[in-house]
């Protein structure tokens, strides 16, 4: 069975910067994509950003374009998300999780398996 475990959340003013690392542990790991989602008190969980574990493809949420970058060490097991010029509206607990498959990338029941989550706080 697969596991996730995110690292690298934190307190951080407006501005800064972050890097989020999800490490997969389990046997045989072999997964479409895996993802990034956000979830702030009282809100939905929210899609971040997605890349496909072959392949250059990456997916982006409006709001985090030219913001936040999603990366993949495949010999690691390990996807990452640098997160720049944070904004206070970004603070919200970050969940990685992995799954997917052609055409659906972009929602929670996309996925199977999620990490326990990291929180991220921007101040102002």
């Known amino acids: 069975q697969v596991q996730l475990e995110e690292s690298g959340g934190g307190l951080v003013q407006a501005g800064g910067s972050l890097r989020l690392s999800c490490a997969a542990s389990?046997?045989?790991?072999?997964?479409?994509?895996m993802a990034w989602f956000r979830q702030a008190p009282g809100k939905v969980r929210e899609f971040v950003a997605a890349?496909?574990?072959?392949?250059?493809?990456?997916y982006y949420e409006d709001f985090v374009k030219g913001r936040f970058t999603i990366s993949r060490d495949n010999a690691k097991n390990t996807v990452h998300l640098q997160l720049n010029s944070l904004k206070p509206e970004d603070t919200a607990v970050y969940y990685c999780a992995a799954g997917g498959s052609l055409g659906a990338i972009w929602y929670p029941s996309d996925y199977d398996v999620w990490g326990q989550g990291t929180q991220v706080t921007v101040s102002s």
């Open positions: 389990g046997r045989s790991f072999s997964v479409y994509a």
């Open positions: 890349i496909r574990w072959s392949g250059d493809v990456t």
